[in-house]
T-cell receptor, first 113, second 112 residues
Framework: DTGVSQDPRHKITKRGQNVTFRCDPISEHNRLYWYRQTLGQGPEFLTYFQNEAQLEKSRLLSDRFSAERPKGSFSTLEIQRTEQGDSAMYLC???????????FGPGTRLLVL | KNEVEQSPQNLTAQEGEFITINCSYSVGISALHWLQQHPGGGIVSLFMLSSGKKKHGRLIATINIQEKHSSLHITASHPRDSAVYICAVRGVSGGSNYKLTFGKGTLLTVNP
């Protein structure tokens, strides 16, 4: 399977715990995006990488959120001290250098109790 | 007001009906995307448009840049078309020409 993969697919955690999600993009894609989607809403942009450089962070990304793409391949999104409002689907997408289609992973569904 | 508005929010149709989903946006764009999301979360890109019209199978997407409006049509709808259809736009230049801004989606249910 050469598509975008995300791990885990589901995560249940207690408020205050830290969680980390992983995204593996399509191998030749140098652009990687994280989005968050809450129930009944469209996805919202969180952050964007070109290779290993994080070029933009949304205002939605509070100080508790951090994302990395250390070698320009896979990316991780960490949420520290989770809150119930963090419950959402976290989507990763990748695209080649020229902005065309973005290819989405299956998402990680987070539930904070 | 959201930058991307879709209508209707929910749509129920009988198998075989012609479906239209509308998208209006308020900003300058370099491209408009239509995406499909099935229960469970997976998102698939259907079309990317910067002008005119595109067709793929039973799906047709049109865009009117002057009116800042796009439509997605499904001909001869089938229950397997049941999904959420999302409109998203990509900005014109600089930092906005790569990230997508999404509408809330239209939940389509096609009954047999």
């Amino acid at each position: 399977d050469t598509g975008v993969s995300q791990d885990p697919r589901h995560k249940i955690t207690k408020r205050g715990q830290n969680v980390t999600f992983r995204c593996d993009p399509i191998s030749e894609h140098n652009r990687l995006y994280w989005y968050r989607q809450t129930l009944g809403q469209g996805p919202e942009f969180l952050t964007y990488f070109q290779n290993e450089a994080q070029l933009e962070k949304s205002r939605l990304l509070s100080d508790r959120f951090s994302a990395e793409r250390p070698k320009g391949s896979f990316s991780t999104l960490e949420i520290q001290r989770t809150e119930q409002g963090d419950s959402a689907m976290y989507l990763c997408a990748s695209s080649p250098g020229t902005p065309v289609y973005q290819y989405f992973g299956p998402g990680t569904r987070l539930l904070v109790l | 007001k959201n930058e991307v508005e879709q209508s209707p929010q929910n749509l129920t149709a009988q198998e075989g009906e012609f479906i239209t989903i509308n998208c209006s946006y308020s900003v300058g764009i370099s491209a408009l995307h239509w995406l499909q999301q099935h229960p469970g979360g997976g998102i698939v890109s259907l079309f990317m448009l910067s002008s005119g019209k595109k067709k793929h199978g039973r799906l047709i997407a049109t865009i009117n840049i002057q009116e800042k409006h796009s439509s997605l049509h499904i001909t001869a709808s089938h229950p397997r078309d049941s999904a959420v259809y999302i409109c998203a736009v990509r900005g014109v230049s600089g930092g906005s020409n790569y990230k997508l801004t999404f509408g809330k989606g239209t939940l389509l249910t096609v009954n047999p």
